[in-house]
């Protein structure tokens, strides 16, 4: 089991960027795919990007449409979330998980993420 630290929220006005970071500890981290999910007050959690424990297979949530980019560094156990033309629905507490299983070169279910961390406040307001 992995520990994930998340970072990099904030405000940012609509259509600006922020960039999230997972950093993750434990054994063997990179055999783990890394998810981000999101959930807005009176909203269930949905995921947002995930990435394979390689880097090489991503998957995206619909409504992202190309504006979120899930990249990971595994020399330095962490995976970022670059999050571009925000919007206010993007407003959300953002987390990462790591998958139960080992998924070095695949992505799994959005169901089967767990070990959350304690999430980052995203908001988009003007």
């Known amino acids: 089991q992995l520990h994930l630290v998340e970072s990099g929220g904030g405000l940012v006005q609509p259509g600006g960027s922020l960039r999230l970071s997972c950093a993750a500890s434990?054994?063997?981290?990179?055999?783990?795919?890394i998810g981000w999910f999101r959930q807005a007050p009176g909203k269930e959690r949905e995921g947002v990007a995930c990435?394979?424990?390689?880097?090489?297979?991503?998957n995206y949530g619909d409504f992202v449409q190309g504006r979120f980019t899930i990249s990971r560094d595994n020399a330095k156990n962490t995976v970022y979330l670059q999050m571009n033309s925000l919007k206010s629905e993007d407003t959300a507490t953002y987390y990462c998980?790591?998958?139960?299983?080992?998924?070095?070169?695949?992505?799994?279910?959005?169901?089967?993420?767990?070990?959350w961390g304690r999430g980052t406040q995203v908001t988009v307001s003007s």
């Open positions: 434990g054994f063997a981290t990179e055999n783990y795919a």
């Open positions: 990435i394979s424990g390689t880097g090489s297979i991503t």
């Open positions: 998980a790591h998958s139960r299983t080992y998924y070095p070169l695949a992505v799994p279910p959005w169901t089967n993420f767990g070990s």
